[in-house]
């Protein structure tokens, strides 16, 4: 967003974001819900739409749903029901959806927006640190069919045809498009914690529907909103926003009047296309499904509420305290589940879990990159990263030593650190001779003995540095520092 468009306008973001919800069956009917599958071979009569097939609920995706609400703290109508949103589209052959219009299962609500969540470009000058971005509900409705537009004829895939989707509705609280990109990353963290998705937008797993509207500083109310349609990846989203802001603000620099309207995203050209001209909500002839009974909620909020997990900002604050880590560090472990998972079992018990978290941090996750691989499919096991951060805590081997038996162990993945460690030579020198090239190294640097003797601890680490040359290596950094102390600082 330049300068001179945001010095005259205000930026209004709302986002309608469709997740698709991890349940074995469809919304409506038993048929089976998976990725991948021969086109149209997921289907029955309930999902194709034809004429006396019944719909029943799927209380999976019902409990899933309120979850989600819990996790992002929305409250719960006593009773909700089902509603039919009609029109022709081929992706519904009904001419109609079932959805929920104004008793849905989740009202109000909030999304933090985490730090780490924001583009790693704008991470170190958050505008608004904090920023709490409202909802306005959550609605659980049914997915259409796939579309695939060819050249000259399209293509209809209906297994994805009623799919549970959970619809999240947020208020026009997002400024700029990378607080958009923070709130989707940072809601499908809080969905995939949940375990209700796995938000996967390369899957079509989370799609995004993006409104912005500009309005002058000091104008209460908001301008006319456009709508950016069927967005499948947080960069896109990120670049049209960008796009659509300098269009609107231009046409607005020109005094042209910006209709509500639909665009859709080009990637190809980096630009937004108008679609159609918007229909508003009472063109849809929302009206009670009668094929479906309204629904009392309160006893499964109460059955909800008792397996609630762990929130990804509790778990930061709860690595803090219980590791003694730093919060950035803290927040890189729980920004991933599974990262978070494989932390707190390297570090349960372990001698030094601030040490474990360095290593998960700088050694793992760049081994993990560069060999293109998931925490999931890490070769090292937790308890073995575990074992070879004690082995260099105790001094039995060095850091230097302990890097070459994580790419041994990395590369191996079935033998224990202590095994490559011996395997390779990595015997600590004795004590006896570690304290022989102590004495060594203050005599031949007189020097920066000296500072050490009057306080300088910087000088430590230059001595140190010429014992672990004596030892090749074998000496503990941390108890030749501590016996260079001992001998100049009696």
Not at 172 to 190: G, H, K, V
């Amino acid at each position: 967003m330049s300068t001179a468009t945001a010095n005259k306008y205000l930026v209004s973001i709302g986002l309608e974001v469709h997740v698709q919800l991890k349940t074995n069956s469809k919304m409506f009917c038993a048929c089976p819900v998976r990725y991948g599958d021969e086109p149209n071979t997921l289907t029955c009569p309930v999902c194709l739409g034809l004429p006396g097939a019944m719909p029943v609920l799927n209380i999976g995706a019902i409990k899933r749903t309120l979850r989600s609400g819990l996790m992002l703290g929305c409250e719960t109508p006593p009773i909700v029901k089902w509603d039919r949103k009609s029109y022709f589209y081929p992706d519904m052959p009904k001419n109609y959806q079932i959805t929920q219009f104004d008793l849905p299962l989740c009202e109000g609500g909030k999304v933090p927006l985490y730090d780490l969540a924001y583009p790693k470009e704008v991470q170190k000058n958050i505008p608004e640190p904090g920023k709490n971005i409202a909802l306005t509900r959550i609605h659980l409705e049914e997915d259409v069919a796939k579309s695939t537009h060819h050249a000259s004829f399209s293509s209809i895939d209906f297994n994805r045809a009623g799919t549970p989707l959970m619809e999240i509705v947020s208020e026009p609280d997002i400024t700029t498009p990378d607080e958009a990109f923070a709130y989707l990353n940072s809601l499908r963290q809080i969905l995939v914690y949940a375990g209700v998705s796995d938000a996967d937008m390369e899957k079509g797993q989370m799609r995004c529907d993006v409104n912005v509207s500009l309005r002058p500083i000091g104008q209460k109310e908001l301008g006319s909103k456009v709508e950016l349609k069927n967005l499948n990846s947080m960069s896109a989203v990120r670049r049209s926003l960008y796009y659509e802001i300098e269009r609107q603000g231009e046409a607005l620099d020109n005094n042209e009047i910006i209709i509500q309207s639909t665009r859709r995203w080009d990637d190809s050209i980096e630009e937004t296309r108008l679609m159609r001209t918007k229909e508003d909500a009472h063109d849809y002839r929302y009206l009670p499904d009668p094929d479906l009974l309204p629904l009392h909620t309160p006893d499964l909020v109460a059955e909800a509420r008792l397996d609630l997990p762990e929130l990804p900002h509790t778990k930061v604050a709860r690595f803090e305290k219980d590791f003694g880590i730093t919060h950035y560090d803290a927040s890189v472990l729980a920004s991933d589940q599974n990262l978070a998972d494989y932390y707190e079992q390297a570090a349960a018990g372990a001698s030094s879990a601030k040490k474990v978290a360095n290593w998960v941090i700088n050694n793992l996750l760049a081994a993990l990159n560069e060999k293109n691989l998931d925490i999931t499919d890490c070769p090292l096991s937790a308890q073995s990263l575990r074992e070879l951060v004690d082995l260099i805590e105790v001094g039995q081997i060095s850091n230097s030593q302990g890097k070459e038996v994580f790419i041994a162990l990395f590369e191996t993945g079935d033998k224990s650190p202590a095994k490559i460690a011996k395997e390779k030579g990595f015997e600590p020198a004795d004590s006896g001779e570690i304290d022989a090239f102590i004495d060594q190294a203050i005599a031949a640097n007189p020097g920066p003995a000296g500072e050490v003797s009057e306080g300088n601890d910087k000088a430590i680490n230059f001595l140190t540095g010429q014992v672990m040359k004596l030892s090749r290596g074998k000496a503990n950094p941390k108890q030749v520092g501590e016996g260079i102390i001992t001998r100049l600082r009696p």
